[in-house]
């Protein structure tokens, strides 16, 4: 093991053990790490992005347990044993990209990208709890992420398409829509 | 993932194979893959071991002299490697300027603050330490009092005190465009029927990319070299830069950028931090010193924009004619402006005649003054001369209303037509293949102009407030200079690959898949071949940045004039292999045969390659081994494209909320590659512009402190602010190959006008007067308040 510098351990950083992408995960952290910072420095997870930093932007954004979350607002010691999605586990090999994913490039949902990652969590979880979203709800649904590049025109058009193909694969397996 | 499954077009191919089989199609881009699935690698993905990571000390008095710097708690902190001042960074031997620029900047520079701070966030010292974590510790622990002198603020303050922003400089003025002797100027309104004087006002808003600014430096003390990682706008410009600045040769240093978070012209130029960091990294040697900038750091000091002002005077006859204009333009460029002084007059006097013809040669005079002030330092942003449009268009209605005429019928009477091109502009701009009249025209239409004006009096008769507003105008892309050439080298590997280096430095303007459509059509090779590089000063050509809306045209001229170069090349050994003449080879989808004999003998461009490459006996002594290319285009000094936006608007009188009804846009940027980009284009700059005029405002009080310093205060729209947007297109090809424009800054120029005027217009039957921005709720109120 190579030499660490003494200031990787303090003596004040504690074990948080999590799952990750639904591997079962356990960094070293000091107690004021963000969970944006020990996803990105600990895990190498660098597809979460840090934007302002306090809670504005939504590029950080993972989900908890199934819910949207701002990972800049959470310090890792907090999300001890939850389960997190950072966007590297909506397509874990790269191949099948998820509905979500898919519709942000086949709707030019992104030019730099660099909030994409927050958008499409954030789209994935209000698509989960809005199946038939309204285009009002759409926008409202997103205003939690910042995107200073496309106009958000693509993204709207992105999230509607993806819940006319979340909707039409629902009816086609036979589940019962949302009421 | 396989390449083919990425970029498998997603609608039928239209016509045969060959050339336009992917120029022209909204193909989804060969970015996204990446960049969607969280794979892309902006600047702090590079987590290099050993990494130093950098925190800024900053001024927080706008103006004083530096009474105590006391670093050593600082130093002795845990995990700090160095802490470094003005005393270790400034030299006398430092270069500022920039290629673009020249040198001879007025603007004094410096690293660090050195004796004196001129603005509130100018950075002091930078401490470098194990973690960033560290590094804002024990810069926190840096002892620093200011002794405050009064700041200069306002511009016309500045123009009036004593005070120096730069006390080396004999006044506040960074740099004026002054007046011009113009025979018969004079007399051109001393015989017009009409001379209306109008000033418009535009605030402060800033570039805010969603990716801050970032950088990693590492100095090899036994090599000598310099290794840079930049979130920039292209590699070139900033290796140029640090050579001039450290005095070392160019070739010591690498710059390296890689997939970046927007920019909007902030990253264009590295500024004083990055400058801080390389000068760190020298001094520490070996190991990389990472600085990545926090939000609140990129509002107070990332570079600033806007804040202006237009007095324009016009003269006009009683049918609405533009006979003359004489334009004074004020700007505050702030106290360390990039580049050069900071002034967009210059160029905004250029621009100011726009889609007019006015009274011909002489009509037209401009004067700018750009001022500094106890302020962050203005920055190039999207369209940075933008206040010629933003003026001329909110004059254009009011000229309109003085003398009883609808905005749209005084554009139609002044605007210039397809057959009196080319066309001389009164600043000597000399316009060939723009369209105004007809982007006026379809706008009107898309937008059902005639119909609103009847909906807009039914509405008001029940007391709603309904606007609709035009903006014309003619975005210039420049080719003079440094900004005349781009650059394409194109190697078919061995194995018929074809991997292409461009001069660009894409920050999301889709260059991985326009630049593959140009070569996949012009070789005639399938697209998921080819690679586009970018973004490394040591395998990719020279090039002056990825800025000024220049790709398009310039960029694609040379991927034309490369791809059409190696499409020889590869005709002549294909057509030594199938023994006819490289004249008779059609290539298509990667593949060679004979003209008109589909069913013929056939070579892949991999055995083409192959025989280049490793079979060279066999090539005879006439051809070239090997299949490179390198093509450099230049471009004509200016190029032009155009737009007209159209929106509408209704003003609630008890909220002074501003709704957009509409919004449509009719642009034209000769033949598009991608128009789904060219669209996606339109659409960022507009939403920035809709930021700007409604919810965006970066506000200093008296003292010089900004007071809008984090995403709280400083507000950017959201998608539920942002309407969906209608396009036109008109289709005026260019001169340059292939018939592009560039029109990555125009979303952002006319759009602010066009909402101004909506919304002057919807407030016109309460004889509001608007002439500032921006326009949030109680703004508005204000003005309905406080009219007739």
Redesign the interface.
């Known amino acids: 093991m190579p030499e660490l510098p003494a200031v990787a351990d303090a003596g004040t950083e504690v074990d948080v053990a999590l799952t990750v992408n639904g591997q079962p995960r356990r960094v070293r952290v000091e107690p004021r790490k963000t969970l944006a910072d020990s996803l990105r420095e600990d895990l190498r997870l660098t597809g979460t992005h840090v934007g302002c930093e306090h809670g504005v932007c939504g590029a950080c954004t993972v989900l908890m347990d199934g819910e949207a979350v701002r990972s800049c607002l959470l310090f890792a010691v907090q999300v001890r044993g939850a389960d997190i999605t950072t966007v590297e586990g909506l397509a874990p090999d790269g191949a099948a990209l998820s509905p979500v994913q898919r519709a942000f490039r086949e709707h030019h949902g992104l030019q730099c990208g660099f909030c994409t990652p927050g958008f499409v969590i954030s789209a994935t979880a209000f698509l989960a709890a809005h199946p038939q979203p309204t285009d009002t709800e759409i926008r409202e649904g997103l205003s939690g992420n910042l995107c200073r590049c496309t106009g958000y025109q693509g993204i709207v058009r992105a999230v509607r398409a993806a819940a006319a193909e979340l909707a039409a694969t629902e009816d086609a397996s036979g589940r019962k829509g949302p009421a | 993932?396989t390449s083919d499954s990425i970029l498998t077009p997603?609608s039928q191919l239209r016509g045969g194979v060959g050339a336009g089989r992917w120029i022209g199609q909204r193909l989804?881009?060969r970015?996204?893959?990446?960049?969607?699935?969280?794979?892309?690698?902006?600047i702090?993905?590079h987590?290099e071991?050993g990494t130093l990571h950098a925190a800024f000390v900053r001024s927080s008095v706008a103006r004083g002299r530096i009474a105590a710097l006391d670093t050593s708690a600082a130093l002795a902190a845990?995990?700090v490697v160095a802490v470094l001042t003005a005393a270790d960074v400034n030299s006398p031997s430092h270069q500022f300027w920039h290629t673009v620029m020249g040198p001879g900047e007025r603007t004094p520079g410096r690293v660090l603050a050195d004796g004196d701070v001129r603005y509130v966030g100018e950075p002091v010292a930078v401490v470098v330490?194990?973690?960033r974590?560290?590094a804002e510790d024990a810069a926190e622990l840096v002892e620093l009092e200011i002794d405050p002198l009064p700041p200069v603020v306002d511009v016309r303050a500045a123009l009036r005190t004593e005070e120096r922003v730069h006390p080396e400089l004999d006044s506040n003025v960074a740099e004026a465009l002054p007046e011009m002797e113009i025979p018969g100027f004079a007399e051109r309104f001393a015989g017009a029927a009409h001379v209306i004087s109008e000033t418009f006002h535009q605030h402060r808003y800033v570039c805010?990319?969603?990716?801050?600014r970032g950088i990693i430096a590492t100095w090899d003390p036994w090599t000598q070299q310099l290794d840079i990682v930049l979130a920039a706008q292209g590699v070139h410009e900033p290796r140029l830069f640090y050579a001039r600045m450290l005095g070392i040769p160019e070739d010591s240093i690498r710059v390296r950028q890689g997939?970046?978070?927007?920019s909007?012209g902030q990253k264009m130029f590295p500024m004083r931090e990055e400058h801080a960091i390389v000068i760190a990294a020298r001094v520490i040697g070996e190991r990389p010193v990472k600085w990545i900038e926090?939000?609140i750091e990129n509002l107070i000091s990332g570079g600033h924009a806007r804040e202006e002002s237009l007095k324009i005077e016009v003269a006009v006859n009683n049918e609405g004619v533009l006979l003359a204009a004489r334009a004074h333009h004020l700007e505050n460029v702030g106290a360390y402006p990039t580049p050069g002084n900071g002034a967009n007059g210059p160029t905004a006097a250029g621009m100011f005649p726009g889609p007019y013809r006015w009274g011909g040669p002489g009509s037209v005079a401009y004067t700018s003054q750009a001022i500094y002030t106890n302020t962050c330092g203005h920055c190039a942003y999207r369209g940075p001369w933008m206040m010629e449009t933003v003026g001329r268009e909110q004059m254009m209605d009011v000229v309109a209303r003085k003398l009883g005429m609808d905005p749209l019928e005084i554009r139609r009477r002044n605007v210039i037509s397809r057959d009196e091109l080319p066309f001389t502009t009164p600043t000597t701009m000399v316009y060939e293949t723009v369209s105004p009249a007809e982007t006026l025209e379809q706008a009107a239409e898309l937008i059902g102009y005639e119909q609103f004006r009847r909906d807009q009096e039914k509405a008001r008769a029940e007391g709603r407030l309904l606007g609709i507003g035009l903006s014309l105008y003619v975005e210039p892309q420049f080719g003079f200079g440094s900004l005349g050439t781009e650059a394409a080298t194109i190697r078919v590997e061995v194995t018929g690959k074809v991997t292409v280096y461009m001069s660009t430095g894409g920050?999301?303007?889709?260059i991985e898949t326009t630049m593959a459509q140009i070569v996949a059509d012009e070789m005639g090779v399938a697209i998921s071949d080819i690679r586009i590089i970018q973004g490394d000063t040591q395998i990719t050509p020279y090039g002056a940045g990825t800025a000024g809306s220049r790709t398009g045209a310039i960029a694609g001229g040379a991927a034309h004039a490369a791809a059409h170069a190696m499409r020889e090349k590869v005709a002549a050994v294909a057509g030594r292999l199938l023994e006819v003449s490289p004249g008779d080879i059609e290539m298509a989808s990667s593949v060679a045969m004979v003209k008109g004999d589909p069913d013929g003998p056939k070579v892949t461009l991999a055995e083409i390659a192959a025989a280049a490459y490793l079979n060279t006996d066999a090539l005879g002594p006439d051809l070239e081994p090997g299949l490179e290319v390198s093509k450099r285009y230049k471009a004509p000094q200016f190029m032009f494209s155009n737009a007209c936006h159209a929106v509408t608007v209704e003003v609630d009188r008890v909220t002074g909320q501003v709704r957009i009804l509409r919004y449509v846009i009719s642009e034209d940027c000769g033949n598009m590659i991608n128009p789904?980009?060219v669209?996606?284009q339109i659409?960022?700059?507009?939403?920035?512009a809709i930021g700007g005029v409604f919810y965006e405002h970066m506000i200093y009080d008296s003292d010089g402190n900004p007071l809008t310093t984090?995403?709280?205060d400083y507000l950017?729209p959201?998608?539920?602010e942002?309407p969906?947007?209608e396009y036109g297109h008109v289709v005026t090809p260019s001169n340059t190959p292939g018939g592009y424009k560039g029109l990555g800054e125009g979303g952002a120029i006319a759009s602010p006008p066009a909402l101004l005027n909506a919304v002057s217009d919807a407030l016109a039957p309460l004889g509001v007067t608007l002439t500032e921005q921006a326009l949030s709720p109680d703004k508005i109120l204000t003005l309905i308040d406080t009219a007739g």
């Open positions: 993932m997603p989804p881009r970015e996204d893959p990446r960049l969607i699935t969280g794979r892309g690698r902006y702090d993905d987590q071991a845990l995990g330490a194990e973690s974590y560290l805010v990319p969603m990716e801050t997939d970046v978070g927007g909007f926090d939000r920050h999301g303007q889709s789904m980009i669209e996606g659409a960022g700059g507009i939403a920035q984090t995403f709280m950017l959201t998608a539920a942002i969906d947007f």
